[in-house]
């Protein structure tokens, strides 16, 4: 079955670095990946979603990149701020399907 | 605003009682999920309805039922058959239909945490 894995392990960085995680899958490529932004006790956000025709996408400080010989897909927050610190999950989806499959998340902290 | 509502925020209820958790939206939006979130693991799907009046089951339906006899809502039961019921509740939507684009994005309620004691 298909699985997604992100790096359970907290990121811990520095305010004004480059904040980069990490989202691999197993199995079958999916058609699209997804990620999402989690602040405690509240629900997912969507961020950005890439096509797996995509190598890249932007959006303001966020992108999100897509290797499909990888099975990777990297997760880029530049000039991070204490405001960015949440966790941030990794979502997969495929043609004609109805479910989307999510990874446990990876904690991000940014320090002042 | 547009937006998904779930309520409560937090339920405690004892062991052996069934319990209903709310989700209301008013983005229009045809499909409706309902996922369970535990520490260290992946959102888990539970149910879904792509269209009112219509569900299946996810892949950890057994101990819950649904129902969608509106397109804005789609409440959720956690029966006492549920062997481990405690677990933070989260209730999606997504324009995503038997006609929508396949890769719509989930738009998520703030989630119900229930405690079962």
């Known amino acids: 079955s298909q699985k997604i894995e992100q790096n359970s392990e907290a990121l811990n960085i520095q305010e004004g670095k480059t904040a980069t995680l990490t989202c691999n899958y197993t199995?079958?490529?999916?058609?699209?990946l997804q990620w999402y932004r989690q602040d405690p006790g509240r629900g997912p956000v969507f961020l950005l979603l890439?096509?797996?025709?995509?190598k890249e996408k932007r959006k303001e400080r966020l992108k999100v990149t897509f290797d499909t010989t990888l099975k990777q897909s990297l997760f880029h927050i530049t000039a991070s701020q204490p405001a960015d610190s949440a966790t941030y999950l990794c979502?997969?989806?495929?043609?004609?399907?109805?479910?989307?499959?999510f990874g446990a998340g990876t904690r991000l902290f940014v320090k002042a | 605003d547009g937006g998904i509502t779930q309520s409560p925020k937090y339920l405690f209820r004892k062991e052996g009682q069934n319990v209903t958790l709310s989700c209301e939206q008013n983005?229009?939006?045809?499909?409706m999920y309902w996922y369970r979130q535990d520490p260290g693991q992946g959102l888990r799907l539970i149910y879904y309805?792509?269209?009112?009046?219509?569900?299946q089951k996810g892949d950890i339906a057994e101990g819950y039922s649904v129902s969608r006899e509106k397109k804005e809502s789609f409440p959720l039961t956690v029966t006492s058959a549920q062997k481990n019921p405690t677990a933070f509740y989260l209730c999606?939507?997504?324009?995503?239909?038997?006609?929508?684009?396949?890769?719509?994005?989930?738009?998520f309620g703030n989630g119900t945490r229930l405690t079962v004691t």
């Open positions: 999606a939507s997504s324009p995503k239909g038997l006609t929508s684009s396949y890769n719509s994005p989930l738009h």
């Open positions: 199995n079958y490529s999916p058609a699209y």
């Open positions: 890439i096509r797996e025709n995509e």
């Open positions: 979502a997969m989806g495929y043609t004609g399907g109805f479910k989307t499959i």
């Open positions: 983005l229009n939006h045809d499909a």
């Open positions: 309805s792509q269209i009112v009046n219509d569900f």
